[in-house]
């Protein structure tokens, strides 16, 4: 149980960084929520393995009950990562409607400090995102 | 007194609710933001008063007790912390809303900042590896919208790569606390001290590094900086200069903390001595690369953060206390410098070097601000940046750590360099046009951070007594872990 839990978690991380490095911000935002259900996962498998719901009343034993702390962390967690992809939705349109692309452009002044120190070397930026596109 | 804990983080959180239920009355947001970031300062000062007498202040929120409850800590470290980024808080507030506009743009300017705030004050007061998460998210959340609120394509672009860093970093965070829990089934700080010395020291050493890599990234040390000159220079000026002044800080404050009580080792470390000087190296080699006054000041930062890590990887009382020295300055120069950059801005309608000139004589106050602060930041004396510098150089001398000495020497004198040149192509040369008129609020706001600056070296004695027995506290990690779980 524990092992396929862990090969789930590997694979969210592997999917989810595949994602991260790609140019289309709608693809990165994908791949952020993987990696953070591959991280709660983790939690979650940290926390040991299950059994009787942690509500202590008469008759259970402490020791069979699941352990409560890894779940209110997750659950915290998966609140915080809603909260910030909801933003980073927003802000991937926002980007769209300013500049009509889905794609996460190179910062102009490290492009322009690139260009004074190889004038000819430096590729068209235009051109570098078609290939990424295509 | 163990109340004010929970408060310095409660006061600014309620007060950002009531902000929002208060809608579109703007005198009503100043006082309710005034309110709550002043009580944080105060709170502050009450518990760094009560930490250096009887030694830390520690509740157990909601009367659960230690390692099962949430803990809140305040050493003589932390409390030194929290006290300078609360004053720059109440500073920069005082900036924003002395430049006309800027807070009445944006309704909703005081809400985000009082939770920046209150995730400032938790992040430094938390004994706990999940409420640090949670407080870098608070922190980085209110940043977030901070950077993004009215924004142009440029601040969009910058502040996507931002958010995107910030979010891996929290998913390592959260990989990290994953990681932790199972190991030790513990996230209190105090009680992982004590049970990392346990378990299988190849565990505990993956798991420390893992810490330096995901607070690395939040500080911006080398090789993972490079977020921060990209996302910091787009956004306003008051916002730069909290964020550039407090939240890396964060970061740095977080690897001391961890280092010190969950892996105490002897002597100097080779690695974060390793770390220390390229990030300063780095860092200053960017910024003198940069033509954009805000852009050359957000490269200082990581050579700065350089300076912090190299008083922690010396590992001794006299390296500690240089570095708790150096935060103390950093934070307080930092800010104020950002702040004489948005004055720049203000006044020129643009930092970009080669369109500012001739500041000195048609306002020649910028340039009496500007002045100290940029010398405070390359080491020259009597500036509280040399009171900071020489107390590392003497350690590194002392434990005959030569590399690491000359290297921070020579970066001290390239920062030097970068400040000429921002001097010369702001304030001296032809008059560029005239943008605007900084107000008198936005000076009188940034003149306090440069009199707190000067002040630090005036009060250097007292300071720096008082930072040695913070560094002595924190490489005695027994007393922090007493004052957490009790006599056990």
């Not at chain 1, 509500?55 to 910030?84: C, K, R, Y």
């Not at chain 2, 009887?54 to 509740?59: D, E, H, K, M, T």
Request: charged share 10%.
């Amino acid at each position: 149980m524990s092992l396929i839990s862990l090969a789930v978690a590997a694979i969210l991380f592997g999917v989810g960084t595949y994602l991260i490095l790609q140019r289309a911000l709608s693809r990165i935002i994908i791949g952020l929520g993987l990696v953070s259900h591959g991280a709660n996962l983790l939690i979650v498998i940290g926390g040991g393995f299950g059994g009787v719901p942690p509500i202590l009343s008469e008759g259970v034993d402490p020791a069979t009950v699941a352990d409560p702390l890894p779940q209110a962390m997750v659950l915290t967690a998966i609140v915080i990562t809603f909260g910030v992809t909801a933003l980073l939705l927003a802000l991937a349109l926002r980007s769209y409607l300013l500049t009509g692309t889905d794609e996460v452009e190179d910062d102009p002044e490290d492009r322009r400090v690139a260009r004074e120190v190889h004038p000819v070397v430096e590729p068209d930026p235009d051109e570098d995102m078609h290939e990424v596109v295509a | 007194m163990s109340w004010l804990l929970p408060s310095a983080i409660a006061v600014p959180l309620l007060a950002a609710g009531l902000t929002v239920l208060v809608g579109r009355r703007l005198a009503a947001q100043r006082v309710l933001a005034a309110t709550g970031v002043t009580f944080t300062l105060g709170a502050a000062i009450a518990l760094l008063v009560q930490a250096d007498r009887g030694g830390p202040v520690v509740a157990q929120v909601g009367g659960w007790a230690a390692p099962a409850g949430i803990t809140l800590v305040a050493d003589r470290f932390s409390a030194i912390v929290l006290t300078v980024s609360a004053a720059m808080l109440v500073a920069v507030l005082a900036y924003a809303v002395g430049q006309l506009g800027r807070d009445a743009l944006d309704w909703w300017f005081h809400a985000k900042y009082l939770v920046l705030t209150a995730g400032v004050a938790m992040s430094l007061l938390t004994g706990d590896l999940f409420n640090l998460f949670v407080g870098f998210e608070m922190m980085l959340i209110a940043s977030y919208v901070l950077l993004t609120v009215r924004t142009g394509p440029s601040q969009v672009r910058s502040t996507v790569s931002y958010v995107v860093i910030n979010l891996v970093a929290s998913a390592l965070f959260l990989v990290l606390i994953a990681f932790t829990y199972g190991a030790t089934g513990t996230v209190n700080l105090a009680d992982l001290a004590g049970r990392l010395s346990e378990i299988d020291p190849a565990v505990s050493e993956g798991l420390g590094l893992l810490m330096l890599v995901v607070f690395g990234i939040k500080a911006g040390l080398f090789p993972l900086f490079m977020w921060l000159p990209d996302s910091y220079p787009t956004a306003p000026a008051p916002v730069t200069a909290i964020f550039a002044g407090l939240l890396t800080k964060v970061g740095v404050f977080v690897i001391i903390r961890t280092q010190t009580l969950l892996f105490p080792s002897e002597g100097p470390s080779t690695l974060l001595l390793f770390v220390a000087g390229a990030t300063m190296v780095v860092g200053v080699l960017g910024a003198i690369a940069q033509n954009d006054v805000k852009r050359i000041l957000s490269f200082h930062i990581i050579s700065q953060i350089g300076y912090m890590i190299m008083g922690l990887g010396f590992l001794s009382v006299a390296g500690l206390t240089a570095a708790i020295l150096y935060i103390t300055h950093h934070i307080v120069v930092k800010t104020g410098l950002f702040l004489v950059g948005g004055l720049v801005e203000t006044e020129q309608g643009t930092g970009a070097l080669h369109r500012t000139g001739g500041l000195l004589h048609r306002r020649p106050i910028v340039a009496v601000l500007f002045l100290p602060l940029a010398l405070s930041l390359a080491g020259i004396p009597p500036f509280s940046g040399f009171v900071a510098k020489l107390a590392l150089v003497q350690e590194g001398v002392a434990l005959g750590r030569g590399v690491i000495v000359a290297v921070s020497l020579a970066v001290g004198l390239l920062t030097l360099f970068s400040m000429t040149k921002i001097w010369s192509a702001t304030f001296w040369g032809e008059p560029a046009e005239s943008a605007g008129r900084a107000g008198s609020g936005v000076l009188a706001a940034t003149a306090v951070v440069v009199a707190t600056s000067l002040a630090v070296t005036v009060f250097a004695q007292p300071l720096i007594e008082l930072s040695a027995r913070a560094a002595t506290e924190l490489l005695d990690p027994a007393i922090y872990i007493t004052a957490v779980l009790g006599g056990g």
